[in-house]
């Protein structure tokens, strides 16, 4: 068995040796839409657990922050930007007074140009409670601040590296470029707080000329089952509103669902034009050498014989199209990465394409289906030519 499966598959190899232009470019086609399919599986699946991971890690589980766009406030305090709406304190005051709030903290996120001149720098101005929201948070040197209103700094661990700044360093921070002391760095969280200046909410209000106003007040309740209570209540405050990070969470994965079923789609429509190919790759094929199956036959090759060796020649040309799929994936994938970042409106941190040993096997089983599919008319069209007709080349 296992010497008539080897001969099979020598044959099969010769014959697609024969024509390396046309195998190329069919094994090509399929590594291309391989490709694409392993992509496209390997971004939700990575984006999905990089966004559970940063709400995870958000340390709360309601945002309070004014009235407007109450998706767009959530992904700029997620990912961190200039968020140009504001509640006053009173409002904090109002809420941490409520039954149901376990931890509270205020928050003030501004940004403004790095001085490098390429990138945006984030400030977020926080009060003492913030590290009670997040106690996996921890300095890698250094202290946390020591009041509400000195001008010091602490740097998430991305900013340290970066702007190559210690303790005791100085930069500008605010509207009027004040200077702050660095008095403290946080280890490597994995999250967007990697990418924040951290300064006293009261020095952070002054410095961008903001005072007695937050951006967002974060709540991590007592107990979550309280949350529907909670959030009716607060919606009873003039000029706030309420969202929870879940319903963040849920509308993000909405949206990317949504473009990746048409994605999808474009992808089936190459996967549907690649299958086409090796059909006709293999179908000429089986024409070309019908006076060599003819002799075969006449030499005693079974029609079965006849199928196996042109049906192994489909399945080992998508086979090796898989495999190249699967290489020319791990090849692109940084910049495919970096490509996805650049054209959604909110990438979480981490790597959101992820290729998982399940989505590759997925896509050699796949690759190897289309062989045998696609393969299956020009194997029994083969199996069943007639010796003398096809020798005579009169099919």
Sequence with gaps: MLRTSLSYLTLALRNLARSPLR??????GIAVSV??????????????????????????EVLVTAKGCPYEAATLVMKGGNIPMYVDERVFDELRKDPDVGAISRMFMQGTPAATGSKFQVYLG???????????????????????????????????????????????????????????????SGTQDDGLVFLPLGFAQ????????????AVKLARIERMDAFIERAFEIPSVQVITLAQVRGTILDLV??????ITAAAFV??????????????????ERSFEIGVMKVLGASPANVFAIVWIESALICLAGGVAGVALTLALGRFTEEAV?????????GH????????????????LAIGLLAGFYPAMKASLLRPIRSMRGTL
């Design 352 to 367: 959101i394409v992820t290729l998982t040993a399940p989505i590759v096997g997925a896509g050699l089983a796949g690759a």
């Design 126 to 188: 926080v009060d003492d409670a913030y590290l009670k929201l997040k106690p996996w948070m921890t300095l890698q040197r250094g202290r946390f601040f020591a009041g509400g209103e000195e001008a010091e700094a602490v740097l998430g661990y991305n900013v340290a590296e970066y702007l190559r700044l210690d303790l005791g360093a100085t930069l500008a921070a605010g509207t009027k470029g004040q200077t702050v002391k660095v008095v403290g760095v946080f280890d490597k």
């Design 23 to 28: 195998t190329g470019l069919t094994i090509t």
């Design 270 to 287: 190459a996967i549907l034009v690649a299958s086409l190919g090796v059909f006709n790759s293999t179908m000429m094929s089986v024409l």
């Design 341 to 349: 970042r650049s054209v959604i409106p909110y990438a979480p941190p």
């Design 257 to 262: 669902g949504s473009a990746r079923v048409f």
């Design 35 to 60: 490709a694409v399919f392993l992509t496209i599986s390997a971004f939700y699946g990575g984006y999905r657990q990089s966004l559970d991971r940063t709400v995870e890690r958000m340390g709360y």
């Design 206 to 217: 002054e410095a961008f000329d903001r005072q007695g106003k937050l951006t967002g007040i």
